[in-house]
Antibody
Framework: QVQLVESGGGVVQPGRSLRLSCAASGFTFSSYAMHWVRQAPGKGLEWVAFISYDGDKKYYADSVKGRLTISRDNSKNTLYLQMNSLRAEDTAVYYC????????????WGQGTLVTVSS | DIQMTQSPSTLSASVGDRVTITCRASQSISSWLAWYQQKSGKAPKLLIYKASNLESGVPSRFSGSGSGTEFTLTISSLQPDDFATYYCQQYSSYSRTFGQGTKVDIK
């Protein structure tokens, strides 16, 4: 079955960097577009970034543009989120999610990894 | 960006009640709308895709309708397992905005 496992979260100081990973299994990773979605404590879901199946297309929420970078390594079945110049408002659980090939619905989610930006 | 507005923000209901949640888009999104259920501390779960299509394995008491800018999620007879927060999400544009969520709690 589809499995997405995020890792790399933790406590980081403002202005520092962090890289999240999402290990995919149970499906042909290289055929699927992927997303990162985050959820601040006690708040709603916020879409963060999208990457096409081949990595050619990338889109970002305005709130993270220029600071967060989505990438993937299809040979390792892994999705990444490089987070630079972190701010307190980036504190959230970060989920990776798979987009269905036909119809573009996000249909599978990982369990999330918590990033806390604090001095 | 397309803005998604859900109402109500909180809904108190009893087991067996019919529940309706509304989601409005700031511009037409055709039928490119999904509904998710999220329980505390868990990842969201897909319920409905393309506005009215029930995801495999989701109970038939859930249904979705609408197109253009106005959409609804209906639970025909609320069950104890349905107390959760529900989100709509548009995927008409690459900026995949969510509604702010509707928490369904016990009356």
């Amino acid at each position: 079955q589809v499995q997405l496992v995020e890792s790399g979260g933790g406590v980081v100081q403002p202005g520092r960097s962090l890289r999240l990973s999402c290990a995919a299994s149970g499906f042909t990773f290289s055929s699927y577009a992927m997303h990162w979605v985050r959820q601040a404590p006690g708040k709603g879901l916020e879409w963060v970034a999208f990457i096409s199946y081949d990595g050619d297309k990338k889109y970002y929420a305005d709130s993270v543009k220029g600071r967060l970078t989505i990438s993937r390594d299809n040979s390792k079945n892994t999705l990444y989120l490089q987070m630079n110049s972190l701010r307190a408002e980036d504190t959230a659980v970060y989920y990776c999610a798979r987009e269905r090939i036909v119809g573009a619905t996000v249909d599978s989610w990982g369990q999330g990894t918590l990033v806390t930006v604090s001095s | 960006d397309i803005q998604m507005t859900q109402s109500p923000s909180t809904l108190s209901a009893s087991v067996g009640d019919r529940v309706t949640i509304t989601c409005r888009a700031s511009q037409s999104i055709s039928s490119w709308l999904a509904w998710y259920q999220q329980k505390s501390g868990k990842a969201p779960k897909l319920l409905i895709y393309k506005a009215s299509n029930l995801e495999s394995g989701v109970p038939s008491r859930f249904s979705g309708s609408g197109s253009g800018t106005e959409f609804t999620l209906t639970i025909s007879s609320l069950q104890p397992d349905d107390f959760a927060t529900y989100y709509c999400q548009q995927y008409s544009s690459y900026s995949r905005t969510f509604g702010q969520g509707t928490k369904v709690d016990i009356k």
